[in-house]
């Protein structure tokens, strides 16, 4: 009988092993070259943790927070592997030209630390810093909680060719009907509306 019920055990217990996702912890940004008063979009995407997990952030080295931060959570069930993320964002601004090093941010998982990579950033003089700047300054005091992006698939098309724009509302508010909105005015671009549904 004991012989029938150990490798019935085993294989239960491989099977939670394969089920299970590695816990990682990644710094990214979405440039490493930039002019004074140009955003720096800084994301750490914490996988897998359990729900008690936190993540501490990172010494910006002289970067100014200009907005964040914003957390964005996803969930996934796939052939009954679960996945899980956290996503936090910071946009970061230089005041003045030189070389930038964002330090490692640290998330505590289950009674350890989790660190990331450091990261380097040149900055370069920038013609419009200021007036970047204080543009951003103006879009804090109307709402510090609300933030939104535009981003593009690509930087340079072909007449006729399909570029996807994709606007991003990042909210501290708990509850946000962002049914109602105007889209800038596109000059010289046929556009259609995508509706990707809902994002946690």
């Known amino acids: 009988m004991m012989r029938r019920i150990l490798p ?3 294989a239960m217990y491989a099977g939670i092993g394969m ?4 816990i990682t912890f990644n710094a990214s940004v979405d440039r490493t070259s930039v002019a004074t008063g140009e955003p720096i979009k800084l994301t750490l995407t914490l996988s897998n943790a359990p729900m008690n997990s936190s993540i501490a952030p990172p010494d910006m080295g002289g970067l ?13 069930m796939i052939n009954g592997r679960t996945s899980s993320s956290v996503a936090r964002t910071y946009y970061l601004q230089a005041t003045k030209p030189g070389a930038y090093v964002i330090g490692p941010a640290t998330a505590r998982v289950a009674g350890g630390t989790i ?3 450091s990261i380097r950033i040149t900055v370069v003089k920038g013609e419009s810093g200021t007036a970047s700047s204080a543009a951003a300054g103006q879009g804090q005091q109307k709402d510090p909680n609300l933030f939104c992006t535009i981003s593009l698939s690509k930087n ?3 007449v006729g060719e399909q570029v996807l724009a994709t606007y991003t509302l990042y909210s501290r508010y708990n509850r946000l009907d962002a049914g109602d909105y105007d889209l800038p005015k596109l000059d ?4 259609e509306e995508i509706d990707l549904g809902e994002t946690s």
């Open 8 to 10: 019935f055990l085993w």
């Open 19 to 22: 089920m299970a996702q590695e």
């Open 64 to 76: 100014v927070v200009v907005q964040g931060p914003f957390d964005q959570n996803s969930f996934s």
């Open 115 to 117: 660190n990331t990579s």
């Open 156 to 158: 340079k098309a072909y």
């Open 188 to 191: 010289g671009f046929w556009a």
